[in-house]
């Protein structure tokens, strides 16, 4: 055996360690099943809240001639779906600016407009043109 009074020494201290308590065990456990339960809770609320503030821009670009788009390849990045998808598979990925270039939503450069709850949404293919 390799270097047996080490082995015999590491077992002694192991078998000498003081053993935790099977309530604060359990506790620890309790606390963190709870923590993430909490944290995925978070999460979802921040998704559904993009989800209606992307929901509102859709509609907000509807008026100013933007159309909701269906499946396809984004003239932005070139992918099918966005990278962070936050829609449904029943709710529009894509929009569709007034010349024809079809974007995912998350694609789009958005603007402030007056420091209030308004935007305003360029094309980036559009600018580049």
Known sequence: ?????????????????????????????????????????????????????FARLVVGLAEHGWASGGAGVCAECAGDGPQYPLWSKGRPHYVTCPRGHRLHIECLRLREVDSTLGFEAACPRCVAA
């Open 1 to 53: 055996m390799p270097n047996e009074p080490e082995s015999i020494a590491a077992l002694f201290r192991r078998a000498l360690q003081p053993r935790p308590d099977p309530l604060d065990v359990e506790r620890r456990k309790v606390q963190r099943l709870i923590n993430r339960a909490l944290e995925r809770e978070a999460q979802r609320e921040m998704r559904r809240m993009l989800r209606t503030l």
